[in-house]
């Protein structure tokens, strides 16, 4: 399975990731607003990618390895996690790599994956936090076309401190609407 935008390919996660996996999670810039950690070592990151494999199978999950089409270069990862079937929720996450930060990457990504859940998927809202220092994600959360809804005060363990997370989210309505 996977999704295709006019630059990218979205492709779900596998085993042979883990060189990516790995090498994105290693980087300090990456990491300052992540509450992953770096990984201490290759074994780390596997466990980690493990486990995203499982969520993965169960259906629970949707982890997307990012590419550039032209170039067949990793670009970094996008997920929606979905929440219990009642509540038809899910929550994306976004991770790239720095050389392709401002660049609309993620911006475009994450409207595959907006496309995916609402239209595929039939979810009725989708949500994503950000630490509050974090403005790049929060543009591309509020590009997207999602509202910031509060702030959970102390929510996120950085390496810097307990972080502030804005909590944004979009609904189905809202994004149809946006779409016309």
């Excluded at 595929?120 to 929060?138: D, M, Q, T, W």
């Amino acid at each position: 399975m996977g999704l295709e935008t006019k630059r990218l390919k979205l492709r779900l996660i596998n085993q042979n990731d883990i060189d990516d996996f790995h090498n994105l999670h290693s980087i300090a810039e990456v990491d300052h607003f992540n509450t992953l950690g770096i990984p201490v070592d290759l074994k780390d990151s596997k466990k980690i990618l493990d486990d995203l494999l499982k969520d993965q199978e169960s259906g629970s999950y949707f982890t997307f390895h990012i590419e550039l089409v032209e170039e067949t270069k990793f670009t970094g990862f996008i997920a929606l996690k979905l929440g219990a079937f009642k509540f038809q929720a899910g929550e994306v996450w976004f991770k790239l790599l720095p050389e392709f930060w401002n660049k609309g990457i993620a911006s475009e990504a994450l409207a595959a994956v907006l496309k995916f859940g609402f239209g595929e998927l039939k979810l009725h809202r989708i949500e994503a936090g950000c630490a509050v220092g974090n403005i790049a994600s929060a543009r591309v959360l509020e590009k997207a076309g999602m509202q910031k809804e509060g702030t959970r005060r102390q929510a996120l363990p950085l390496k810097t401190g307990w972080s502030d997370n804005h909590q944004f989210a979009i609904l189905s309505s809202d994004y149809y609407a946006n779409d016309e």
